[in-house]
């Protein structure tokens, strides 16, 4: 921990001993940059107390120099939070519950990486357990697809009409989207993009190039981010089954991608779902990756 991340900890640990001494909060979480390993010198602190009865309206102010950001939630807004990383129960005839964790994706990613504080110990511990982060993780990684699956459809059009501009500055959302996934698959919290790359495990990967590709004709320029959505989504759901012919796709580098719900395995280009078993899915992946570059 570099020293203004300890200025803000030894902060942050005060105004928190403060808090559950006085009465005004049951817990107090510490989120943002701070919990996040990532804090620096202009770095603020944010803090969520967890009260009862009506929630008040706190203001934010200076402390030992650090602004220090507070907020007041119920614990009835916590328990709703938790209650949607009990189950991934999304499926492709009833995507409602999809629609519910997409909007709370942001509210989840706090909760993900709150740290709660210990008014004993002085001590901070993360707010969630291992199955809710891996319902969190299961979660994030579905969503991270389905950015995907939208990017690789705007993908389908532009290039068909060779709006090579465009084509680039959806492949660069396309890039970010892709290290979120990979961060999420390994059970990191989908932090905004400038954090993301800090968090990733491997080497950053080469940028998507499209128009090289194109000009040839083909999509094999496309099957890396396949590749990268299947294994992202293959480390959350893993396939044992044995390897099966997939099904047929006419071009299966054209913009398909796979997408996993409760109900089974897809293989999406646009509104084209087509279901797959997992030997399908295997056998697929096989197909993008042979003879590709």
């Not at 709660?116 to 511990?125: E, F, K, L, T, V």
């Not at 190039?209 to 990268?228: I, K, L, N, S």
């Amino acid at each position: 921990m570099n020293p203004s991340a300890q200025l803000r900890r030894a902060i942050a640990d005060k105004v928190a001993h403060g808090l559950l001494g006085s009465g005004k909060a049951r817990e107090v979480w510490l989120e943002g940059a701070l919990a996040c390993g990532f804090a620096h010198a202009a770095s603020d602190i944010d803090l969520r107390g967890i009260v009862d009865g009506e929630v008040p309206v706190w203001r934010s102010g200076v402390v030992d120099g650090v602004r220090v950001d507070l907020q007041a939630t119920a614990p009835q807004q916590v328990d709703e939070l938790r209650h949607l990383l009990s189950s991934f129960d999304v499926r492709r005839g009833d995507l409602e519950s999809f629609r519910l964790v997409r909007a709370a994706m942001h509210d989840l990613m706090c909760l993900r990486s709150a740290l709660s504080y210990s008014y004993r110990s002085g001590n901070w511990q993360p707010v969630l357990g291992p199955r809710e982060c891996q319902g969190y993780r299961h979660w994030a990684v579905a969503d991270q697809a389905e950015v995907a699956a939208s990017l690789a459809e705007d993908l389908t059009g532009l290039v068909a009409d060779g709006l090579a501009e465009s084509t680039l500055v959806v492949c660069r959302k396309l890039d970010t989207c892709l290290t979120a996934i990979e961060c999420a698959a390994a059970g990191h919290p989908v932090l905004g993009d400038k954090w993301l790359p800090l968090l990733a495990d491997a080497q950053p990967a080469r940028p998507i190039e499209p128009v090289r590709a194109h000009t040839a004709g083909a999509w094999q320029w496309f099957r890396p981010v396949q590749r990268r959505v299947t294994t992202a989504l293959l480390a959350c759901w893993p396939v044992d089954d044995p390897v099966r012919e997939p099904p047929d796709l006419g071009a299966p580098d054209e913009g398909w991608l796979p997408q996993r719900y409760a109900d089974g395995w897809f293989l999406r280009r646009g509104d084209v779902h087509i279901p797959a078993t997992g030997g399908e899915l295997l056998g697929w992946l096989s197909t993008i990756s042979a003879d590709s570059t």
